[in-house]
């Protein structure tokens, strides 16, 4: 903006400073420039090239004629009651509309709250019933198995046996087996 390097910039910044010009600085202590510095910078630059003073000279000049300048602005007119009633009439209205924004707002918080309460509670009826009818079938399954080991069982028994009548006839003569005699 001011077409200047960093240094110069910084000793104009530091003849201003002396001279009792105030730049706003931030937390690390660096100064910040606004509008105002530079346009007062500017007008030490100008100062400084229209006149023979140097650069302190024409600081403190700056300064102090910038100062008698603020000094003669006009204090702002705090206006009539008139405009007072106005600003006041104005702000409560905005206070109105703001409180109605915040209470749609809220509205539009309770139903969604109340749509996922709703949605968590249908879920969880889902899983409930979907965990219930697993549990069935685990059980028909279970149920199934132990008929089938049942029905092992009970084809093993009958094997054995039929085992034991063949191993029975076969000790028996080949004529008592042939006319069906014991």
Same mark, same amino acid.
């Given at each position: ?74 204090a702002?007119?705090n206006?009539?009651a ?5 600003d006041?009439?104005? *702000? ?12 749609? *707002? ?77």
């Amino acid at each position: 903006m001011l077409d200047l390097k960093e240094s110069t910039l910084r000793k104009y910044a530091y003849d201003l400073e002396k001279a009792g010009w105030k730049f706003g600085k931030n937390e690390l202590g660096h100064r910040q420039y606004n509008e105002r510095d530079i346009m007062a910078i500017r007008r030490l630059i100008a100062a400084k090239k229209n006149t023979s003073m140097t650069f302190e000279q024409a600081a403190k000049e700056l300064v102090s004629m910038l100062k008698s300048e603020e000094l003669a602005v006009p204090a702002k007119n705090n206006g009539s009651a008139n405009d007072q009633q106005n600003d006041i009439a104005e *702000l409560k209205e905005l206070i109105n509309k703001q409180t109605e924004v915040i209470k749609a *707002l809220s509205e539009r918080l309770t139903e969604r709250d109340q749509y996922i309460q709703k949605r968590f509670e249908e879920q969880d009826k889902r899983l409930t019933e979907r965990d219930t009818m697993l549990l069935e079938r685990l059980e028909l399954i279970e149920e199934r198995k132990r008929e089938q080991a049942e029905s092992i069982k009970y084809i093993a028994a009958a094997k054995e046996e039929l085992e034991e009548e063949l191993a029975a006839q076969k000790k028996k003569g080949f004529i008592a087996r042939l006319f069906g005699r014991t």
